[in-house]
């Protein structure tokens, strides 16, 4: 497909101060043990598909995520807990990225297509993730941690073949 429509693009640019409390609300749940990060995907993916009016994916879209950095906070965490000689620490696990997208996805109660980007340019990766998508769309984020005075950021799109 070659023309494409955003049904819903949301913003949390910073996220406001109650951002926690609002995915909670918006999932059923508090997340457990998982990383700031994969909190700040969460929170933009479920306002997102809630701004485009779907209460879930299709099961034929795909999402695809973005990031400079991922997640540092608990990337950086794990290597200061190694080199202090601890055993591989649980912060490990919040580092990776797949756990991210199977929460994104367990949030959203889709199962499907995703994948994960670390990219500097981020309209590439888009252009990229819209080939072969199928007519149920794209989820795309980008999603960054608070880190040398940059502000934490989960912006989404969700596009629709036009």
Same mark, same amino acid.
């Given at each position: 497909?070659?023309?494409?429509?955003?049904?819903?693009?949301?913003?949390?640019?910073?996220?406001?101060?109650?951002?926690?409390?609002?995915?909670?609300?918006?999932?059923?749940?508090?997340?457990?043990?998982?990383?700031?990060?994969?909190?700040?995907?969460?929170?933009?993916?479920?306002?997102?598909?809630?701004? +485009?009016?779907? #209460?879930?994916?299709?099961?034929? *879209? /795909?999402?695809?995520?973005?990031?400079?950095? @991922? !997640?540092?906070?608990?990337?950086?965490?794990?290597?200061?807990?190694?080199?202090?000689?601890?055993?591989?620490?649980?912060?490990?696990?919040?580092?990776?990225?797949?756990?991210?997208?199977?929460?994104?996805?367990?949030?959203?109660?889709?199962?499907?297509? +995703?994948?994960? #980007?670390?990219?500097?340019?981020? *309209? /590439?990766?888009?252009?990229?993730?819209?080939? @072969? !998508?199928?007519?149920?769309?794209?989820?795309?984020?980008?999603?960054?941690?608070?880190?040398?005075?940059?502000?934490?950021?989960?912006?989404?799109?969700?596009?629709?073949?036009?």
């Amino acid at each position: 497909m070659s023309t494409w429509r955003t049904a819903a693009h949301f913003v949390a640019h910073p996220p406001p101060a109650d951002w926690r409390d609002d995915l909670a609300r918006r999932i059923g749940r508090r997340p457990r043990r998982v990383g700031l990060w994969t909190e700040l995907a969460m929170y933009g993916a479920r306002c997102c598909l809630d701004a +485009a009016g779907e #209460a879930a994916l299709p099961a034929g *879209a /795909r999402i695809r995520v973005a990031s400079m950095r @991922g !997640a540092w906070g608990a990337t950086h965490a794990g290597l200061t807990q190694l080199d202090a000689g601890l055993p591989m620490p649980f912060t490990f696990m919040q580092s990776q990225p797949a756990l991210m997208l199977a929460e994104v996805g367990r949030c959203l109660e889709w199962q499907g297509d +995703a994948s994960f #980007a670390l990219c500097r340019d981020a *309209a /590439r990766t888009l252009q990229l993730a819209k080939l @072969g !998508a199928s007519r149920d769309g794209l989820l795309f984020g980008i999603v960054e941690e608070e880190r040398n005075g940059e502000l934490p950021r989960s912006e989404w799109w969700r596009l629709v073949p036009a």
